[in-house]
Every structure is written in structure tokens, then in C-alpha cells.
């Protein structure tokens, strides 16, 4: 989605975010990166909107070079330093983007965005087809996104897009990329003593090499 804010207003909304506590999410990965990227060699993965570094730490464990994008300073240290508690800094290399006006250098072997979404302004789209663009032959793009808004969940203006719809959004050439995993699939969330079932929509897709 895109709203009217201005590309300063996401960077101002995203720091707001993150310094409002000393822990925005689990620490924990997210689950479906872990079932897909699991059995994939390591390579160079780039981590879009890395939050406070899970995913990135997790892959770079498993021997991957992480390039961690986010908007938000807060949120980048938090990563860093979670890196460097774990001996992983010479993994993961953090960059500033608002991806709205900047993206990394390089191609991937894995291009990784979790939960893509924002409030403040996000060219959603164009920003996933450039990330498209840079996966290498043989690659791995893998779009999890929240099927449905939680209960619990401020209900902004936002509609969240089927599968089929974000994969025609992409504009891939089909035969040069292959469907490993595309799905919906159910999650048990809990948050503030409340629990509910929430949609995952999984888009897995592979580059031809």
C-alpha cells in the first residue's frame, strides 16, 4: 500500500517504532524462512525491512553473507549488536535504505522479505520487482505476507493482496522463474494475552539458472 506520508515520514514512523520499546519482535526467526531456506545452499541472501535481525542472524548461522536492509537506525544497531554478541558481524552486512528511494549494491542468492508491509508510505510493489531483479540464476525469492489484518490489529487502510495477485504484481517472466511454494498457511499468533489463528501467504519462487 501507499498512503500520502512522505519518504521522511517512514523513516520518522519506524524509529518512533522501534525506540517505544527496548523490543519490538520475538528475536526469534520467522517460521517460513526457516522451512524454505532451510535446505538451501548459503550464498549472498539480502534480508528486506530486517527488523531487529532475527532472519539475518539465523541465515548467517547457517553460513550465509546477510545484507540487512531496514529504515530504521534503531532497529540496524539492535541487529549489530546482536550480531557481534553472537561472532556473526563479519556476516551480515547492515545497510540504511528507505527502499522507496535507495536499494543495495549486488545480486542474491536469496532475496527474503518477511511481513513487507508498512503503515507509512511503501512502494510495495516496485520494490519487490527491483528486489526480483536482482536474484541471481538459480535463486531464491521468497515474499511472506500476512494473510488478513490480526483482531488485535489497528485496522489501518490497508487491504492485504492474494497470492496469485502479488505474483501478477511481480510481472515475472514465467518461464524464467519456477514455483517452489506458493500457499496459504496457518499461524497461531499471541499477543498481549490474546491468541488467534492468522494466515501466512508463502510465495517461494526460483530463478531459472
Not at 527502499?99 to 542468492?109: A, H, I, K, Q
Not at 536474484?135 to 497470492?163: R, T
Not at 517472466?173 to 488467534?196: I, L, N, P
Request: contains cysteine; charged residues 25%.
Amino acid at each position: 500500500m501507499e498512503t500520502s506520508c512522505k519518504s521522511d515520514d517512514a523513516r520518522r514512523f519506524w524509529e518512533e517504532r522501534y525506540r517505544s520499546a527496548e523490543r519490538v519482535w520475538s528475536g526469534r526467526v520467522n517460521a517460513r524462512l526457516a522451512e524454505v531456506a532451510a535446505d538451501l545452499p548459503p550464498g549472498r541472501a539480502l534480508d528486506l525491512g530486517c527488523g531487529e535481525g532475527a532472519d539475518a542472524l539465523w541465515l548467517a548461522e547457517r553460513g550465509w553473507r546477510v545484507v540487512a536492509v531496514d529504515v530504521s537506525a534503531t532497529a540496524l544497531q539492535r541487529a549489530a549488536e546482536a550480531a557481534s554478541t553472537r561472532n556473526l558481524a563479519g556476516c551480515i552486512n547492515s545497510q540504511r535504505h528507505d527502499l522507496n528511494e535507495t536499494f543495495p549494491d549486488g545480486t542474491f542468492d536469496l532475496v527474503s522479505a518477511q511481513y513487507f508491509h508498512s503503515p507509512a508510505r511503501l512502494d510495495r510493489e516496485a520494490v519487490l520487482r527491483r528486489a526480483a531483479g536482482r536474484v541471481n540464476p538459480g535463486g531464491a525469492l521468497l515474499i511472506v505476507d500476512h494473510g488478513a489484518v490480526p483482531p488485535w490489529a489497528p485496522q489501518h487502510d490497508h487491504s492485504f493482496l492474494g497470492i496469485e495477485q502479488v505474483i501478477a504484481a511481480l510481472g515475472l517472466d514465467a518461464g524464467a522463474w519456477t514455483r517452489v511454494r506458493t500457499e496459504s498457511v496457518d499461524r497461531e499468533m499471541v499477543f498481549d494475552g490474546q491468541t488467534a489463528t492468522v494466515a501466512d501467504n508463502v510465495i517461494a519462487l526460483r530463478r531459472a539458472e
